[in-house]
């Protein structure tokens, strides 16, 4: 069949539907979107709309999904699963995240992708035999993996409500307006990124969990973005002067492999001079060339070379390659792999010219092309002029460009890593003498052995991971420092006026600052979850989200119906 007719036979009704490439146009899937597109004439309605297919998103659907909720969600690319799958970033976490301190179906997934591997992959006896498998042994990861074991995974956890019908998924789609009536929102507007074609959506509630907060501006809820001031937050670490377009840079990342006799280079990438010799312009200074094995440290801020390849240990960051590698080819049996494969997101293709959010849609969109030429240029400069381990010369030709593994043409990931978005205005804001061990040992006078985060009465989450700000559009160097294990306050999910539009990403009430440790997987996981409980609980008590967390019987009620799905709502004692 060709494109043309494809793509007009699964249109109906205004917008083209979410089958891609796993499922066909005859699914059970592209039916139930044809006959509903049919029905609304170019409107859907559902419990709860959710803009974004990213973890958070996901999270939210599943967790709506099984409290009986009817839902739709879109997403921009054809796969859902944000950081794990379009992004093609393995998972950050805390030390803890194998016992406690995450949701119980963010744990389950950890196991799903280990059984996973166990079922279709020819791992050694070994390999096969630990329960804490980790199919790369990348040091970034206890379960460094492909990101397309992730997107299976997302698709069997989704499959059953769409052919259900209880969810719609409409991949390759972005909302563009929205309809609002005083502080409620009443319909989003989504447009194909296929065909152009319209759909208007409509529900009770709306989630926004797109990774740059993108309904927060197009419904008029109040947000923030980039950095405040140290005067308006009183943040130990916050920048003298706040500053909007002040913001963590993205990053456009790869996968390559390493195969041992090969030559793989290819024809130099454009603008590749000028990236070559690329020196970061920040405060406190870079230690010199972007593209460079050397680097500054995050903690420290002093210079720090690693090696390439190491192959010596498998605890800590022993080299780039090893730090994401998501397939460590020893793991399986022999042949199976030609060589190690590794996700390339370094402090070197990090972008600094400007930030994505702020700015104009052109501008934006030159900003993601220049991350991807960074990209490209990194990966040149690796096979062609980086120093040999050992001073052995330079270039390592043995190194290709994996585009398969990122699902792409140009082998660069779907959607870049996004570290920061939007962010709204809540009820309650998390700022750094909360949850900051140094700010917080400094803002309660306790030593810092006995120092603990601000407890909050509407937990209803978990998350622990360092304070991590990679270097800024605004020009700061890292920042790089402690965090408490912390909660996620209800507070923070609950705009300040509007209603019924609410957070499920990196666009919740924090600060630029602690923003840097609520932004990893499983809190992102959890953020998600808890909003999809909470509309599911909102919808069943009739009560809005901004009453149940005022209301202390509402609160209490909540809070125990959450933990008793898995949600995990304080830390246990004497751990720490």
């Not at 208007?200 to 950095?227: C, I, K, Q, S, W």
Request: with cysteine.
């Amino acid at each position: 069949m060709k494109r043309r007719n494809f793509l007009q036979l699964i249109s109906t009704g205004g917008a083209v539907l979410s089958s891609g490439a796993i499922l066909s146009p005859t699914s059970a899937r592209a039916q139930q979107e044809r006959a509903a597109l049919r029905a609304g004439k170019n409107e859907l309605a559902a419990d709860v709309v959710i803009a974004g297919g990213g973890m958070g998103g996901c999270a939210a659907a599943l967790a709506a999904l099984r409290n009986g909720l009817r839902v739709i969600m879109t997403e921009e690319t054809d796969w859902v699963g944000g950081q794990l799958t379009q992004q093609g970033v393995p998972m950050d976490e805390h030390r803890w995240i194998e016992q406690f301190g995450a949701t119980r179906t963010y744990r389950e997934f950890r196991t799903a992708i280990r059984e996973y591997y166990r079922r279709n992959y020819p791992l050694t006896e070994a390999a096969r035999a630990r329960w804490n498998l980790n199919p790369g042994d990348g040091s970034v990861s206890r379960v460094a993996h492909e990101p397309r074991v992730s997107l299976a995974l997302f698709h069997d956890l989704l499959n059953p409500y769409l052919a259900s019908k209880k969810l719609i998924l409409l991949l390759e789609h972005k909302a563009v307006s929205a309809d609002v009536n005083g502080d409620k929102v009443t319909a989003l507007k989504i447009r194909s990124l296929r065909t152009g074609n319209e759909t208007v959506l409509r529900a009770p509630y709306f989630v926004d969990a797109t990774e740059l907060g993108d309904l927060l501006p197009m419904t008029g809820t109040e947000f923030v973005m980039g950095a405040e001031s140290q005067k308006e937050t009183g943040e130990l670490h916050a920048p003298e002067k706040g500053d909007p377009l002040n913001q963590q840079a993205f990053t456009v990342c790869f996968a390559i492999d390493y195969v041992a006799g090969t030559n793989n280079v290819g024809d130099k990438p454009r603008n590749y001079e000028f990236w070559r010799d690329y020196v970061p312009q920040l405060t406190p200074p870079w230690s010199g060339n972007l593209l460079s094995f050397t680097y500054s440290s995050p903690v420290t801020l002093k210079p720090r070379t690693l090696p390439f390849i190491d192959n010596k240990t498998s605890l800590g960051t022993s080299s780039w390659f090893r730090y994401r590698r998501i397939v460590n080819k020893e793991n399986f049996t022999p042949g199976f792999y030609p060589g190690d494969i590794s996700i390339i997101n370094w402090p070197q293709n990090d972008y600094l010219p400007g930030p994505l959010v702020g700015v104009s849609e052109e501008e934006a969109a030159k900003h993601v092309e220049g991350g991807k030429e960074l990209s490209h240029a990194l990966l040149y400069w690796i096979q062609t002029e980086a120093p040999r381990d050992g001073g052995e010369g330079q270039g390592y030709p043995e190194v290709s460009l994996r585009g398969d593994i990122m699902g792409t043409e140009d082998g660069m990931a779907k959607y870049p890593y996004i570290r920061e978005a939007r962010r709204i205005k809540a009820e309650t804001i998390v700022m750094e003498q909360q949850i900051g061990r140094d700010a917080r040992a400094k803002f309660t006078g306790q030593p810092l052995n006995e120092v603990a985060a601000e407890k909050f009465k509407d937990s209803v989450g978990l998350g622990s991971y360092n304070i991590d700000l990679h270097p800024s559009t605004g020009g700061d160097n890292y920042i790089d420092v402690p965090s408490l294990p912390f909660q996620i306050p209800l507070g923070t999910l609950l705009p300040v006026r509007v209603t019924n539009l609410l957070p499920a990403c990196k666009n919740i009430g924090t600060t630029h600052i602690t923003n840097g440790c609520y932004r990893l997987h499983p809190v992102e996981w959890n953020i998600g979850e808890s909003v999809g409980l909470l509309v599911a609980y909102a919808l069943e008590k009739k009560e809005e989200p901004r009453a149940i967390r005022a209301k202390a019987n509402l609160l209490s009620d909540f809070q125990n119906r959450i933990r008793a799905q898995g949600v995990e709502t304080d830390w246990p004692k004497g751990q720490f």
